[in-house]
């Protein structure tokens, strides 16, 4: 299993508010290493969407968010639109003696 | 533009070598970690490794090293990842991608991917 814990699957209706969280341990998100949200549209790279917990990279509109507390971080995503529905993944810094680098297990979002 | 381009999609019997490619431009090649992240078909990402092209210090993930080789060639921008010899389950979409950031390492530009496919 992965290192970070995200539920596999989300689903909301368009316009309405989702969010998916990411829970890891002191040896990551706990140790105050920033979390990074990635999309992945069916069938493409991954891209980032949020970085260093809560920023935006140009280009990405402001109905996605993230936030961060203690071992865990989310993605909030408002005004849902069908072009939303990908894979959503979170990654994160770890010092223990595994990965440098761990990635949540991935989200499925369906827009109903 | 920072763009990084890879190989193309490989089909392979096991047992045999394999080195595919990730080329940089738009940016100092040398002055960026590059790293790899696997995809088994239908799964999530797994980070598989990074390399500092500016004096090729690697670091890879537990779960595969001595598994895969990550190198770099400064003198063209491009980064490999290579098998000495493959296995079905190797089988993946494999993903080069741009590190930054030091310790709170975001991968802020990637690769298209390369598909290896790995079937007697």
């Known amino acids: 299993q992965s290192v970070l814990t995200q539920p596999p699957s989300v689903s909301g209706a368009p316009g309405q508010r989702v969010t998916i969280s990411c829970t890891g341990s002191?040896?990551?998100?706990?140790?105050?290493?920033?979390v990074h949200w990635y999309q992945q549209l069916p069938g493409t790279a991954p891209k980032l969407l949020i970085y260093?917990?809560?920023n935006r990279p140009s280009g990405v509109p402001d109905r996605f968010s993230g936030s961060k507390s203690g071992t865990s971080a989310s993605l909030a995503i408002t005004g849902l639109q069908a072009e939303d529905e990908a894979d959503y993944y979170c990654?994160?810094?770890?010092?223990?003696?595994?990965?440098?680098?761990?990635f949540g297990g991935g989200t499925k979002l369906t827009v109903l | 533009e920072v763009q990084l381009v890879q190989s193309g999609a490989e089909v392979k019997k096991p047992g045999e070598s394999l080195k595919i490619s990730c080329k940089g431009s738009?940016?100092?090649?040398?002055?960026?970690?590059i790293g790899w992240v696997r995809q088994m078909p239908g799964k999530g990402l797994e980070w598989m490794g990074i390399?500092?092209?500016?004096?090729?210090?690697?670091r890879y993930s537990p779960s595969f090293q001595g598994q895969v080789t990550i190198s770099a060639d400064k003198s063209i921008s491009t980064a490999y990842l290579q098998w000495s010899s493959l296995k079905a389950s190797d089988t993946a979409m494999y993903y080069c991608?741009?590190?930054?950031?030091?310790?709170?390492?975001?991968?802020?530009?990637w690769g298209q991917g390369t598909l290896v496919t790995v079937s007697s």
């Open positions: 991608a741009r590190h930054v950031d030091g310790y709170n390492f975001r991968l802020d530009y």
């Open positions: 738009g940016y100092s090649f040398t002055s960026y970690w």
């Open positions: 390399i500092y092209p500016g004096d090729s210090d690697t």
């Open positions: 002191s040896s990551n998100i706990g140790a105050g290493y920033d």
């Open positions: 260093g917990n809560s």
């Open positions: 990654q994160s810094y770890d010092s223990s003696l595994s990965a440098h680098v761990v």
